[in-house]
């Protein structure tokens, strides 16, 4: 009794394209269930799917039990939308008039469906008792609805609500010609017939296409092409998933042969694909897998990765295999680019004139590029069976390992250390370390720079360094010896050529006295040229402190400009000076302090023609003393202002002509100024005079030293 079955059992997700069914259903709770499998699974495409109902009421319940489901509307996959219509009303019921009406109804909606990108409608109608109307009438309609929808080239899907009928009519649908799928309650309804037995040719459902029908849904939203072909030339399909559209073509051009899957496939790796698979089925292999590319329908290249299973067919004349493809383009091409990175760097790795090492952080060794093996003087093998810390030379082992944590931590390290070659002589490197992930793991990579020629270089230069500074030395120490050995002579010739003049006044006529004169001015020159240049030797070997005192800077002014009047007279040039206040006090060396003023003073008055002015002036700024000396003279260019203050330096050499000097003036000026912790400074234009300015600290702070300043 319990097989009374064309019935309960069945799946309504089997329902395959193109058939046309009637639903009988007991209530609407269970319609909406297989409705949702038949909505998911059944559809095909892209279609609208519209059920038609008479009954407002029923349209509306059963739209909200279906949207709960979640069936409404979900694009994204592929599956369809519902649209929910009403039956227009017959005018007197009259059925003849049904197949015209649906059919411009049904056509209008096609038109439509395909207008906002389905590819079709697909119908369902709810019949509902309708007054006056029986199985007969309903029957009746189901059978126009199916012919007007096959018409249209569309399917449909009939439900009747199982209540309305009585057992007989329910049996009597059974019976009729449709494919039919009832649902019932068994409590409720119990069928005493077994209808299998009376109609045993009525089998709805055929086997193959079922299986093609759940591999279709299953690949329909998958990248994965499903394909069965024959292994005859060409391999022809005989069954496609519909999703080969992906590359363009349609399944049903592929399974109608007129397209062979051997003219997809890129005629360059055509002949590999045909050798591989008669190997595969030589060796009596099961399992195909190729990689290779094929064309879509535009021509594009691909690459697809291909899984079949061979399966041998008993007495046919070809065999078959199916399997999947699947779209690897893009793997493929990230897979060039990774190898074409990859080999990009190996050709900088190997080609590098840097030794480059890679290690881990144990410090077992890698690689070694070729410039690492020279420069060590290994082979690779040999190489590999190092350890880091052996090729470093002992003494610094530690403290190359100490970077190496450094790296750990940081990522990154730069340092000198001495590699230990196989000859064990050592090799001066610069190390640029940097944290790497080498096959997943962390490695360290060295990139090694021989810089022993620099180390050379850097050596010859401390040595030459050294020569000059004792050089220097050597040669202050005997210019100061040499001068102190001119100066006593020296100060004998102009001190008795004073003594002459002085007591042979008289007797003398005027020619020895200006020889006399004439003795004890060149003397004083010398001895003026003497001093400075002892001087300058001075502060060059670092000999001269400063003596610090507090003293009016009113009284230096009057020393210097006392000094400096008769010379001022002679070249009738006008000598002022300015204090604000007067009484102003430094504690500085008042002896240098004074040898800055006088050497600015002289050379203003030297460089500053008849007619001009000097003008002296000192004021505080903050808390520093500021000095100037104003020349109306002939000042000097921007060039020329650049090595003023360097020993030796004249403006040009028909200055040392025209005005005498010896171009140490100044730069005794900046020493002096300098060892104050001062600063020192001239502002000037050629024919409008010069300014030069110097600033120390009032409090005698001096944060220079001697020895600093050489
Ligand atoms: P010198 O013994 O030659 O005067 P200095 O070091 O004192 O040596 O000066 C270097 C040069 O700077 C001078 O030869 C001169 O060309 C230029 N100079 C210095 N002071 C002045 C100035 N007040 N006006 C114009 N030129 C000057």
Redesign the pocket.
């Known amino acids: 009794m319990d097989d009374q079955v064309r019935k309960t059992d069945k799946d309504v997700s089997v329902i395959s394209n193109g058939c046309h069914f009637c639903f009988v259903y007991k209530d609407t709770v269970e319609l909406a269930d297989l409705l949702q499998d038949y909505v998911m699974s059944g559809l095909y495409g892209n279609e609208l799917c519209v059920w038609m109902t008479p009954d407002v009421e029923s349209a509306t319940k059963a739209k909200d039990m279906l949207k709960e489901k979640g069936i409404y509307i979900d694009p994204y996959l592929r599956t369809s939308q519902l649209e929910f219509v009403l039956i227009p009303e017959l005018p007197e019921n009259d059925l003849k008039l049904l197949p015209s009406l649906l059919l411009d109804h049904w056509r209008l909606m096609q038109d439509q469906a395909i207008l906002n990108g389905f590819d079709g409608l697909r119908v369902n109608v709810d019949l509902q008792d309708v007054e006056g109307s029986g199985l007969e009438y309903l029957t009746s309609y189901t059978d126009i609805v199916e012919d007007t929808v096959r018409e249209l080239g569309m399917r449909s899907l009939c439900t009747f609500p199982l209540d309305i009928f009585s057992r007989s009519e329910v049996i009597d649908l059974i019976h009729s010609d449709h494919n039919v799928i009832i649902k019932v309650d068994e409590n409720d309804l119990s069928f005493k017939e077994d209808v299998s037995d009376s109609k045993p040719e009525r089998s709805v459902y055929r086997k193959p296409m079922r299986n093609d029908e759940v591999l279709s849904s299953i690949y329909h939203s998958s990248p994965t092409v499903a394909f069965l072909w024959k292994t005859e030339k060409g391999f022809p399909v005989e069954f496609v998933s519909d999703n080969v559209s992906q590359f363009g073509y349609d399944a049903a051009t592929l399974i109608s042969h007129e397209i062979l899957y051997a003219d997809i496939i890129h005629p360059d790796d055509l002949e590999g694909y045909y050798s591989d698979l008669l190997e595969c089925l030589n060796e009596n292999k099961r399992n195909f897998f190729r990689e290779y590319r094929i064309l879509d329908r535009n021509g594009n290249v691909h690459w697809v990765s291909e899984h079949s299973n061979l399966e041998v067919v008993e007495g046919s004349a070809s065999d078959r295999y199916y399997g999947i493809i699947l779209d690897i383009t893009e793997k493929k091409h990230a897979e060039y680019q990774l190898k074409e990175t990859e080999a990009k760097y190996r050709t900088l790795f190997e080609g590098s004139g840097d030794a480059i090492y890679l290690q881990k952080p144990d410090g077992t060794f890698l690689e070694a590029n070729k410039s690492g093996l020279e420069l060590l003087g290994y082979t690779n093998e040999e190489f590999l069976s190092l350890n880091s810390g052996s090729a470093i030379l002992f003494d610094l082992v530690e403290e190359f390992k100490a970077h190496l944590a450094e790296v750990l931590n940081n990522g990154h390290s730069i340092f000198e250390t001495v590699l230990l070659k196989k000859d064990e002589t050592g090799v001066p490197v610069e190390i640029s370390a940097t944290l790497i992930e080498y096959k997943g793991e962390n490695a360290i990579l060295l990139v090694s720079r021989n810089v022993t020629e620099r180390k050379n270089k850097e050596e010859n230069v401390l040595a030459a360094k050294a020569n000059a500074e004792t050089g220097i030395i050597a040669k202050s120490e005997f210019l100061s010896n040499m001068t102190h050995e001119l100066r006593t002579p020296l100060n004998a010739i102009i001190g008795f050529s004073d003594v002459l003049l002085e007591e042979s006044l008289a007797d003398a006529n005027e020619k020895h006295v200006k020889y006399l004169q004439n003795i004890s001015d060149s003397g004083k020159k010398l001895l003026g040229i003497i001093n ?1 240049i002892l001087e300058i030797s001075r502060v060059e070997s670092g000999n001269v402190e400063l003596n610090y005192e507090h003293f009016l800077v009113l009284e230096s002014f009057d020393v210097v400009c006392s000094l400096l009047a008769p010379m001022a007279e002679k070249k009738y040039v006008d000598l002022h000076s300015e204090l604000d206040p007067r009484g102003i006090v430094i504690n500085a060396d008042k002896q240098k302090f004074e040898q800055i003023l006088q ?2 003073v002289s ?2 008055i ?3 023609p008849a007619g001009g002015s000097v003008d002296i002036s000192a004021r505080f700024v903050e808390e520093r003393l500021l000095v100037q ?1 104003k ?1 109306t ?4 260019s921007e060039e ?1 202002r650049q090595s ?2 360097k020993p030796f ?4 050499a028909s ?2 002509r025209g ?11 900046k020493h002096f100024v300098d060892l104050h912790g001062g600063n020192v400074w001239v502002k ?1 234009k050629p024919d409008l ?2 300014t ?1 300015s110097f600033d120390i600290p009032i409090s005698g702070a001096s944060p220079c030293t001697a020895k600093s300043i050489t």
């Open positions: 400075d050497n600015l050379n203003a030297k460089f500053t000396v020349d003279g002939i000042g000097i020329d003023l203050f330096s004249q403006v040009d200055h040392r005005y005498g000097g010896t171009g140490l003036g100044l730069s005794i000026v000037s005079g010069s030069f």
